[in-house]
């Protein structure tokens, strides 16, 4: 515990003094102070020694996207996302944190068969530009291309490319030879960067003009010749060869995360060598066949016709992007790329409504602004980093400055600087990014306009305008809009802010706060005294009982007690429970006290009528993947009374089972709208 402490203390000393978003400079300043603090996180994290993957703060195994291994995976995805924000970063390649991270990326490369390992792993080696690992990003392009779904989208895993463990260690060991950690070589001039590219990179200011091209006598082939493209390593073409790339996935559909990271994934992997034109034309159909009344993609194909996602949007609008550059962008012989027809994306009706359908959503948590008209109120968008890194991704590859008339850079970066720790990390909602490191890491991707498609996105600079917002957003809109688009699970702010998060009130009447706590404390006190005749009856009487004090002095007890005492508390706790509306479930789930957690939880089984099934099955859902196995337990208990179903997790699951019981019950859930 000691090392760690002592890191976790310098760190927050080192920024105990940063930029706040109340200090009188300019944001460009503060976007690098931001930048800074999150590198400095996530190499004391990676650094040899460091705690590794979920940092120094709270995280682990949680629904979504949290950890990009919920099935079959290492947990590598993690570094790699890391890696990759610390490279686009400016910090070298040579850098401790970085040569420890590209160590354990190599080392379990070919181990894992999850979709977002494999394509953060992609990601991460073509953005470090070794030579040596351009066999790596061959084998992972061909085993994510063997987990494409019928539909052409991808679930959790890809099971092609199977290798027996002697296979992997040989294959490792060969592709392993020539690979150095201290000078990672053949770095992408294109990409190499020490700092954030300056704002100006999306101005339509003009350019300087470039030196003019030399004479290019007539005949010259206008496709790359074979001795300029990559060419595959003599194992990978062997494995080829031999059938072991072919189709392994049968299953007929997959969701729309998954998705996106292998859409990214492909399309740093075409650089080297392989061919996946085929599977990036199947997710551009895939996403114009799915795509929602209101312009933008669900979480699943089973929510197509329900309320959209923005993550969910922008990874629509990633996949008509590279479907449509895997279809028009051509390398010329002198490897430079051209762009045929580039100005077809601007007149695409579905790319115009998706840039709607996010503007609206932007411009809805826009407008509202604190009483001086000064920065934007974030409201829940402060905790979805993974949604900051989708918008991010968007804005860079269709060359925007703005979506729906605003500078989502300006827009995101101020939400970031405000929600910035003093360590340098960012808290994510526990949902969306999981871990720290992941959501400090998307955080930095955002900050520094990471553009992992720069080939293209160079291309369609200025071809591409901002269509606006697809509604007006203003008054009592705005709220609805927002929260329509909200897919966060309940989270508990106290773990991002380290404030005490106030009761619930769950019963209505007046009480100041210090009468309230002497009323509990006397309840309390008497029944814990009481013995086994006058305990029943003072259970019933607080079980019955109105005034929020008798809720809290069960919780208190059932927390204190033990045996037969502590359980006739949790039952009465739950009991009173089933009297309060839906809303207030929901609210009490989210909450620290993990009784009042687990009661809520299980007196929620109880609301199977409620026309808001939805929303708390959803807060029950985010309960199932509480790190708390007794709060999960009673989650999965009122689960399977509303619907009949059982998707787990067993007493006493891995990490691994919990999320997939989670993401399953979150398939189910869709299928209920």
Same mark, same amino acid.
């Given at each position: 515990?000691?090392?760690?402490?002592?890191?976790?203390?310098?760190?927050?000393?080192?920024?105990?003094?940063?930029?706040?978003?109340?200090?009188?400079?300019?944001?460009?300043?503060?976007?690098?102070?931001?930048?800074?603090?999150?590198?400095?996180?996530?190499?004391?994290?990676?650094?040899?020694?460091?705690?590794?993957?979920?940092?120094?703060?709270?995280?682990?195994?949680?629904?979504?996207?949290?950890?990009?291994?919920?099935?079959?995976?290492?947990?590598?995805?993690?570094?790699?996302?890391?890696?990759?924000?610390?490279?686009?970063?400016?910090?070298?390649?040579?850098?401790?944190?970085?040569?420890?991270?590209?160590?354990?990326?190599?080392?379990?490369?070919?181990?894992?068969?999850?979709?977002?390992?494999?394509?953060?792993?992609?990601?991460?080696?073509?953005?470090?530009?070794?030579?040596?690992?351009?066999?790596?990003?061959?084998?992972?392009?061909?085993?994510?291309?063997?987990? /494409?779904?019928? +539909? *052409?989208? !991808? =679930? #959790?895993?890809? %099971? &092609?490319?199977?290798?027996?463990?002697?296979?992997?260690?040989?294959?490792?060991?060969?592709?392993?030879?020539?690979?150095?950690?201290?000078?990672?070589?053949?770095?992408?001039?294109?990409?190499?960067?020490?700092?954030?590219?300056?704002?100006?990179?999306?101005?339509?200011?003009?350019?300087?003009?470039?030196?003019?091209?030399?004479?290019?006598?007539?005949?010259?082939?206008?496709?790359?010749?074979?001795?300029?493209?990559?060419?595959?390593?003599?194992?990978?073409?062997?494995?080829?060869?031999?059938?072991?790339?072919?189709?392994?996935?049968?299953?007929?559909?997959?969701?729309?995360?998954?998705?996106?990271?292998?859409?990214?994934?492909?399309?740093?992997?075409?650089?080297?060598?392989?061919?996946?034109?085929?599977?990036?034309?199947?997710?551009?159909?895939?996403?114009?066949?799915? /795509?929602?009344? +209101? *312009?933008? !993609? =669900? #979480?699943?194909? %089973? &929510?197509?016709?329900?309320?959209?996602?923005?993550?969910?949007?922008?990874?629509?609008?990633?996949?008509?992007?590279?479907?449509?550059?895997?279809?028009?962008?051509?390398?010329?012989?002198?490897?430079?790329?051209?762009?045929?027809?580039?100005?077809?994306?601007?007149?695409?009706?579905?790319?115009?409504?998706?840039?709607?359908?996010?503007?609206?959503?932007?411009?809805?948590?826009?407008?509202?602004?604190?009483?001086?008209?000064?920065?934007?109120?974030?409201?829940?968008?402060?905790?979805?980093?993974?949604?900051?890194?989708?918008?991010?991704?968007?804005?860079?590859?269709?060359?925007?400055?703005?979506?729906?008339?605003?500078?989502?850079?300006?827009?995101?970066?101020?939400?970031?600087?405000?929600?910035?720790?003093?360590?340098?990390?960012?808290?994510?909602?526990?949902?969306?990014?999981?871990?720290? +490191?992941?959501?400090? =890491?998307?955080?930095?991707?955002?900050?520094?306009?990471?553009?992992?498609?720069?080939?293209?996105?160079?291309?369609?600079?200025?071809?591409?305008?901002?269509?606006?917002?697809?509604?007006?957003?203003?008054?009592?809109?705005?709220?609805?809009?927002?929260?329509?688009?909200?897919?966060?699970?309940?989270?508990?702010?106290?773990?991002?802010?380290?404030?005490?998060?106030?009761?619930?009130?769950?019963?209505?009447?007046?009480?100041?706060?210090?009468?309230?706590?002497?009323?509990?404390?006397?309840?309390?006190?008497?029944?814990?005294?009481?013995?086994?005749?006058?305990?029943?009856?003072?259970?019933?009487?607080?079980?019955?009982?109105?005034?929020?004090?008798?809720?809290?002095?069960?919780?208190?007890?059932?927390?204190?007690?033990?045996?037969?005492?502590?359980?006739?508390?949790?039952?009465?706790?739950?009991?009173?429970?089933?009297?309060?509306?839906?809303?207030?479930?929901?609210?009490?789930?989210?909450?620290?006290?993990?009784?009042?957690?687990?009661?809520?939880?299980?007196?929620?089984?109880?609301?199977?009528?409620?026309?808001?099934?939805?929303?708390?099955?959803?807060?029950?859902?985010?309960?199932?993947?509480?790190?708390?196995?007794?709060?999960?337990?009673?989650?999965?208990?009122?689960?399977?009374?509303?619907?009949?179903?059982?998707?787990?997790?067993?007493?006493?699951?891995?990490?691994?089972?919990?999320?997939?019981?989670?993401?399953?019950?979150?398939?189910?859930?869709?299928?209920?709208?």
């Amino acid at each position: 515990m000691a090392p760690r402490f002592a890191v976790t203390f310098a760190l927050l000393f080192a920024f105990a003094s940063g930029s706040r978003a109340g200090d009188p400079v300019d944001n460009s300043e503060r976007i690098k102070t931001a930048i800074k603090g999150g590198q400095t996180y996530l190499r004391a994290v990676f650094k040899p020694g460091g705690p590794g993957a979920g940092g120094f703060g709270p995280g682990g195994v949680v629904p979504g996207v949290a950890v990009f291994s919920p099935i079959g995976g290492t947990g590598i995805g993690s570094f790699a996302l890391s890696g990759l924000a610390l490279l686009e970063s400016g910090v070298s390649p040579r850098d401790e944190a970085v040569i420890n991270i590209t160590r354990y990326c190599r080392e379990g490369a070919l181990s894992s068969n999850s979709t977002y390992d494999i394509s953060l792993l992609i990601m991460f080696f073509d953005r470090l530009g070794a030579r040596s690992d351009r066999a790596f990003i061959q084998f992972l392009t061909y085993r994510l291309l063997t987990g /494409q779904c019928t +539909d *052409g989208s !991808w =679930s #959790y895993s890809c %099971a &092609g490319m199977h290798l027996d463990p002697v296979q992997a260690n040989a294959l490792r060991a060969t592709l392993l030879a020539n690979a150095k950690l201290t000078t990672p070589e053949g770095v992408r001039p294109a990409e190499q960067k020490e700092k954030p590219r300056p704002r100006e990179d999306l101005d339509d200011a003009p350019k300087p003009k470039k030196d003019p091209p030399k004479d290019t006598p007539k005949d010259a082939p206008e496709e790359p010749t074979e001795e300029a493209k990559p060419r595959l390593h003599p194992v990978i073409r062997r494995i080829i060869e031999q059938g072991g790339a072919g189709p392994a996935n049968t299953q007929g559909s997959g969701d729309h995360s998954n998705t996106q990271f292998a859409t990214v994934g492909l399309w740093c992997g075409r650089r080297h060598g392989v061919d996946v034109s085929a599977a990036l034309a199947a997710i551009d159909k895939h996403y114009r066949a799915l /795509q929602t009344p +209101d *312009g933008g !993609w =669900s #979480y699943t194909i %089973a &929510g197509a016709l329900s309320a959209s996602s923005p993550s969910m949007t922008c990874a629509g609008l990633m996949g008509l992007a590279l479907g449509f550059g895997a279809k028009n962008l051509k390398e010329r012989a002198d490897r430079e790329p051209k762009l045929e027809d580039p100005e077809s994306l601007n007149k695409d009706k579905q790319v115009m409504d998706g840039l709607k359908y996010v503007g609206s959503f932007i411009g809805a948590v826009g407008a509202q602004r604190v009483p001086d008209g000064g920065d934007f109120q974030p409201k829940d968008i402060t905790s979805d980093l993974y949604f900051m890194w989708s918008l991010e991704r968007v804005g860079m590859v269709y060359g925007l400055k703005t979506i729906g008339e605003i500078d989502w850079y300006d827009w995101g970066s101020k939400i970031l600087i405000r929600n910035q720790q003093r360590d340098g990390s960012w808290r994510g909602d526990g949902f969306h990014s999981g871990s720290v +490191d992941n959501s400090t =890491s998307f955080a930095l991707l955002f900050l520094c306009r990471a553009d992992l498609t720069s080939d293209l996105s160079n291309s369609l600079k200025g071809r591409v305008k901002d269509p606006g917002a697809s509604r007006l957003v203003g008054g009592g809109d705005i709220s609805k809009i927002v929260d329509d688009a909200r897919k966060a699970s309940a989270s508990n702010r106290s773990a991002e802010t380290g404030k005490p998060k106030p009761q619930p009130r769950t019963d209505t009447g007046p009480s100041t706060a210090s009468a309230e706590e002497a009323s509990v404390d006397k309840l309390v006190a008497a029944l814990m005294a009481a013995g086994p005749g006058e305990r029943e009856v003072l259970i019933g009487e607080y079980k019955q009982a109105k005034g929020s004090q008798y809720t809290d002095a069960l919780s208190r007890v059932a927390a204190k007690a033990t045996g037969e005492k502590q359980s006739q508390a949790r039952e009465a706790l739950a009991e009173r429970l089933k009297r309060m509306t839906t809303n207030t479930l929901i609210d009490c789930m989210a909450y620290q006290d993990r009784e009042l957690r687990r009661a809520a939880a299980l007196a929620a089984g109880s609301k199977k009528d409620t026309d808001r099934l939805v929303p708390l099955a959803k807060a029950l859902i985010a309960r199932v993947g509480d790190q708390d196995a007794f709060v999960a337990q009673a989650a999965r208990t009122s689960l399977k009374a509303l619907s009949d179903q059982d998707f787990g997790p067993e007493e006493g699951a891995s990490a691994s089972d919990r999320t997939t019981a989670v993401l399953a019950w979150q398939k189910w859930v869709e299928s209920q709208k």
